[in-house]
């Protein structure tokens, strides 16, 4: 058993998250960033990528009241938990992620993570050791289903989020277009990393709906099973 697995991201029309420098930019505004306290606040648990921590430091709360407020009215904690996905646990101990908000907070780490920084991530965060060099995401949602998470929303970045495409964890894609052109080769996409060789290999989508917000489009998908 794994959580149902729902990827946000926000892009540029030419398909990147950030600038080649790693800096978070506003591409999205007011009713899309709404949108995502909303449906961050549905599920159960958030998930980022060491890289997005280190980049952009987000907290992953709830930013809304009202939305707490109906977590907590249907006996929901305030925040849902958050996941970092960080294979050698190098995670700063002063994150926000550790530290704002209450609720639990989960780092995901290889066997190869040191066990000194591992102690000291263990006084702030759940640690779950799962894959021998990097972070084996199919054995770490089974470990977060096990924790009573059945519904997991992803915020980035590319190469976590290319990562559960490749071993078939996506179920749903939400794609916010902005009205901006960023470029840089080497700037974040949506699926980082290696990519796939082969068409039969690509993953497919199915186009549930097409939403005009704010200055751009959001996009929402299913993603098709093989």
């Known amino acids: 058993m794994r959580p149902r697995v729902i990827v946000n991201v926000a892009m540029s029309a030419d398909g990147k998250l950030s600038t080649s420098e790693r800096r978070q930019v506003k591409i999205s505004g007011s009713a899309d960033f709404a949108r995502v306290d909303a449906l961050k606040a549905a599920g159960d648990a958030v998930m980022v990528g060491i890289g997005t921590v280190t980049a952009d430091d987000p907290s992953l709360t709830i930013k809304s009241e009202a939305n707490r407020k109906i977590r907590i ?19 700063p101990l002063s994150a926000s992620i550790l530290h704002k908000g209450s609720g639990v907070r989960v780092v995901a780490v290889s066997e190869q993570a040191d066990p000194g920084r591992v102690a000291e991530l263990k006084k702030f965060a759940t640690i779950i050791t799962a894959g021998s ?3 084996n995401l199919s054995a770490l949602l089974e470990r977060l289903s096990e924790m009573g998470i059945s519904q997991l929303m992803v915020e980035g970045g590319g190469t976590l ?24 080769s080497d700037a974040p996409t949506l699926s980082d990393g290696a990519g796939w060789i082969k068409e039969s290999e690509f993953p497919r989508l199915t ?20």
């Open 133 to 135: 060099k990097s972070v």
């Open 73 to 91: 009215a249907a006996g929901k904690p305030e925040h849902p938990v958050r996941v970092v996905v960080d294979s050698t646990a190098r995670i």
């Open 161 to 184: 989020i290319a990562g559960l495409f490749a071993a078939s964890l996506v179920d749903e894609l939400y794609t916010f277009i902005g009205n901006m052109i960023i470029g840089g």
């Open 207 to 226: 186009l549930l709906e097409a939403t005009r917000i704010d200055d751009g489009i959001l996009l929402h998908w299913s993603v098709n099973r093989k």
